[in-house]
C-alpha cells in the first residue's frame, strides 16, 4: 500500500508545476485577448451611444 501511495506523489506533485507554467502563457493570453475584447466593446458602445444620440 505504502508504495502504490509514493508511486502516485510524485506524479501529482508534478502536474501541477508544469500545468502552472504552461498556464503561465496561457493566462497572459487570455488577459490581453479579453482586455482587447473588452476595450472595443466598450469603444463600439459608446459609439453606439454617441449614434443613437
Request: glycine share 8%.
Amino acid at each position: 500500500m505504502s508504495h502504490g501511495m509514493s508511486m502516485s506523489y510524485p506524479p501529482a506533485v508534478a502536474n501541477p508545476f508544469r500545468r502552472q507554467r504552461h498556464l503561465s502563457w496561457w493566462r497572459w493570453a487570455c488577459l490581453i485577448l479579453t482586455g482587447t475584447v473588452l476595450v472595443l466593446g466598450c469603444e463600439s458602445c459608446m459609439a453606439f451611444l454617441f449614434i443613437g444620440l
